[in-house]
């Protein structure tokens, strides 16, 4: 899930980060790794004013990694170390490949390709496909527990009763920062099983808790591999295709190149992962896999072909992008080149990937080089599945040279966790099996202010997209309108408000907020704000003019800059 914090924290975080990053680096060789964990839990409670329990836990999961890094060689000062994993905090490393690379391949432009998309036929008809995202279940998760507790994950076993009703862990989740019980998972996949005709089901990562301070391999891999289990016991032969979430790894958000080895590799996730989960995958996909945790094939007797990124190396807070930051396992060359030959083929592509683009997690220069390949291949792309959020909401990609033509989409599917404000839900998408374009999806969940615990959830319809906000389809130039719609009509963007959250009725917006949701639909690259910086000038000149349309303006706006 994004946790991008406050500006206050971000200048706290530099100058911690700074500290700790020197102690590590002028510590003298054969130095025992305890004085570095002692200096470093002071900085944290300090600083954070964290439980020292929580401290500890998240510095001795990362320390290994940090000396690691030291190992390794290669130059290394606390400018370049907490400047990239600081990147918003103006922490140092104005320039080097940390913030600074480009990725060096020749894949022609999209004017070598048809400009129009292609239609539909009529008689090659629809399936569906589910997407069940950031489920995060919590083996220590217990009904009647508070809610509201000094950690930063409640409702769980060892915790306090709760003193009040609208404190009590219910059986089925609660909106706090807590995360699921088992129940809620069996509910989900039963629910799923119940769908008819369902093709596929996209599992876009994030089994784990948010219990950050207390994983380990061992633990983590255990709920890897239950979910797992619970998936083939109750959708049986329907194919499943998964991704790694940014919790699924220890520590979190910490994933090394292919060639490390030892205590801070990676590969042992990769190699567990697709051992529990690759069951309806071919035996192609485990390569790509092992080194990285991507993949790609063609879904059999159909010229549609998956594509599966590992979009967590990426992350700001991945240590090793430090020392490695261009390309990290060679994946952007790999998908760029896997693209042209989808494209070759005449192929279709739907895209996997755990964290949506445009997030203020990753990094802005990763961001800027997969637009490119967004852009390049637009015609190949129909569409593209994230999480991570926890939200139900989508990206819009556009047109580098003409920023009001819109070329892309990536859609979020929400969460199985509450955490934190939002209902449980998964969407069921309706497919074009001629052009593999998205035609609709419905989204279920069940609301947990309505649930007792004897009761069982009742995952009903929520809303379906296009008949929900008065769409003609479902292509990225008629997203880009709603959008516009919603600049003007209130009633409109307090429906998508709603479902944002998925029905929890717990959180308020004003102009402000709006802003917010309306710019990160519009923002794919964190470096190019043109569409929120536009959208913040006419909604300005509004206030000073008495704009009849802000939609009109703004899109007027977009074309001058042409």
């Keep these: 899930m994004d946790s991008s914090p406050s500006s206050g924290t971000f200048k706290l975080s530099c100058i911690a980060c700074q500290l700790l990053a020197s102690l590590i680096l002028t510590l003298p060789p054969g130095n025992p790794k305890d004085e570095v964990s002692n200096s470093a839990l002071s900085l944290c409670v300090t600083f954070f004013g964290q439980p020292e329990k929580l401290c500890r836990g998240i510095i001795e999961g990362n320390l290994d990694v940090l000396f690691d890094l030291k190992e390794q060689g290669l130059p290394l000062n606390p400018d370049k170390i907490c400047g990239t994993v600081l990147e918003n905090a103006n922490c140092s490393v104005k320039n080097g490949p940390q913030v600074e690379w480009s990725l060096e391949m020749d894949y022609g432009t999209k004017e070598d390709r048809i400009s129009v998309r292609s239609e539909s036929r009529a008689e090659a008809g629809e399936i569906s496909i589910v997407q069940i995202t950031d489920i995060h279940y919590d083996p220590e998760y217990e009904a009647g527990r508070t809610a509201s507790c000094s950690e930063p994950l409640c409702c769980r076993n060892y915790q306090p009763n709760a003193s009040s009703r609208a404190d009590r862990a219910t059986k089925y989740g609660h909106y706090n920062y807590c995360d699921m019980p088992l129940d809620v998972v069996r509910s989900a996949l039963e629910s799923i099983r119940k769908q008819k005709n369902i093709s596929m089901v996209y599992m876009t ?105 590992n979009s967590n190396i990426y992350q700001k807070l991945n240590w090793w992008n430090v020392l490695y930051p261009i390309d ?43 637009r490119k390949i967004v852009e390049r291949f637009e015609h190949t792309i129909t569409a593209e599945f994230n999480g991570h959020t926890h939200y139900e909401d989508f990206t819009l990609f556009y047109d580098k040279n003409n920023s009001s033509q819109a070329v892309g989409a990536a859609y979020n599917g929400g969460s199985i966790t509450s955490y934190y404000n939002v209902n449980p839900n998964y969407r069921v998408y309706k497919v074009d099996k001629g052009t593999w374009e998205l035609n609709d999806f419905d989204s279920y969940g069940f609301n947990i202010s309505l649930i007792q615990d004897d009761m069982s959830p009742e995952w009903n319809k929520l809303y379906s997209f296009k008949e929900q906000y008065g769409l003609k389809s479902m292509r990225p130039e008629e997203l880009n309108n709603l959008v516009i719609r919603m600049m003007d009509d209130s009633a409109l963007f307090d429906k998508y408000f709603y479902n944002f959250f998925k029905g929890s009725n717990r ?56």
Aim: proline share 4%.
């Design 328 to 370: 990290m396992n060679d994946q952007l060359k790999w998908f760029t080149t896997t693209l042209m030959e989808a494209e070759q083929n005449e192929e279709k592509v739907h895209i996997l990937s755990h964290i949506p683009p445009g997030s203020e997690d990753t990094m802005q220069v990763y961001q800027r080089e997969y």
């Design 205 to 309: 990562g994030d089994l784990v808790s948010h219990a950050i301070w207390e994983t380990s391999k061992k633990k983590n891999l255990k709920v890897i591999n239950l979910v797992a289990d619970l998936f083939r016991e109750y959708l049986g032969d329907i194919p499943v295709i998964p991704i790694i979430g940014n919790h699924e790894t220890h520590p979190v958000n910490v994933f090394a190149p292919y060639f490390i080895q030892g205590p801070t590799s990676t590969n042992w996730l990769y190699k567990e992962f697709i051992d529990s989960w690759g069951w309806s995958l071919p035996e192609s996909a485990r390569q790509t896999f092992l080194k990285g945790g991507y993949y790609s094939f063609v879904v059999k007797d159909t010229n549609l072909r998956i594509i599966v990124l």
């Design 507 to 562: 959180e308020q917006y004003d102009s402000k907020r709006k802003m917010k949701i309306l710019c990160d639909i519009m923002t794919s690259e964190m470096a190019d704000l043109t569409h929120c910086n536009q959208l913040k000038k006419v909604t300005s000149t509004k206030r000073r003019r008495s704009l009849t349309s802000i939609g009109e303006e703004f899109t007027k706006g977009l074309k001058r800059k042409r």
